[in-house]
């Protein structure tokens, strides 16, 4: 399988806190892209990013890439109840033009 | 940014039916759209890739008899799953994606749609 996996599988967390979840992957990539689902609806793209960037920045999250070990970490600061949902990881083959969705991530946010 | 629609958003059919669902971009020529099946608490898992005018390439392990897919024009693409049984009752999911980056677009932007719940009884 060229599914990716992510870390921790499940998350619960009190309102404020800051929230790290990983995935790691298996193949080359040509970007990286986290997304996020709320229970029986579609996704949401939160932010990309590419094979030769190392760490990107979008309002409270903070995406980072490692190439070299194949891996990357979603970090939610300050986060909110309404954070509550899974969020996954999808790479971007390289030479391909295929999404492989890592095995997800299930935050709870506390109020 | 673009948008994909499916349709029907949810559809309920008896074992042994088959059930058409439609991904359609609607602001964009899709040249490759994507289906993925998702089981509950699950991640998203491809099932195929489409390409406009060409046969559809299966995942590993995706029956290409049960899970017929069309992509006849650049903004359609079809999943009939054929003989439906309670096993195939999941959360259906396409993306469309154009790859040649016509219009400016990002080659590397994939759109999905909102998902197609599917509950075989």
């Known amino acids: 399988s060229q599914q990716g996996e992510e870390d921790p599988q499940a998350l619960s967390i009190q309102e404020g806190e800051n929230a790290t979840m990983n995935c790691s992957y298996k193949?080359?990539?040509?970007?990286l892209q986290w997304y996020r689902q709320n229970s029986g609806r579609g996704l949401v793209h939160l932010i990309l990013?590419?094979?030769?960037?190392r760490e990107k920045h979008s309002g409270r999250l903070r995406v980072t890439l490692d190439t070299s070990k194949k891996s990357s970490s979603l970090l939610i600061t300050a986060s909110r109840a309404a954070d509550t949902a899974s969020y996954f990881c999808?790479?971007?083959?390289?030479?391909?033009?295929?999404?492989?969705f890592g095995t997800g991530t299930s935050l709870t946010v506390i109020p | 940014g673009a948008v994909v629609s499916q349709h029907p958003s949810w559809v309920i059919c008896k074992s042994g039916t088959s059930v058409k669902i439609e991904c359609r971009s609607l602001?964009?020529?899709?040249?490759?759209m994507f289906w993925y099946r998702q089981f509950p608490k699950q991640s998203l898992m491809l099932m195929a890739t489409?390409?406009?005018?060409?046969?559809?390439?299966?995942e590993q392990g995706v029956e290409k008899d049960k899970f017929l897919i069309n992509h006849a024009s650049l903004t359609l693409s079809t999943l009939t799953v054929t003989s439906a049984h309670p096993e195939d009752s999941s959360f259906y999911i396409c993306?469309?994606?154009?790859?040649?980056?016509?219009?400016?677009?990002?080659?590397?932007?994939?759109?999905f749609g909102p998902g197609t719940r599917l509950t075989v009884l």
């Open positions: 489409s390409n406009e005018g060409s046969k559809a390439t299966y």
């Open positions: 602001d964009f020529q899709a040249t490759t």
């Open positions: 990013i590419r094979s030769n960037e």
């Open positions: 193949t080359s990539i040509n970007n």
């Open positions: 999808a790479t971007d083959e390289l030479g391909g033009n295929q999404f492989y």
């Open positions: 993306s469309a994606r154009d790859i040649r980056g016509l219009a400016g677009r990002l080659r590397d932007e994939q759109f």
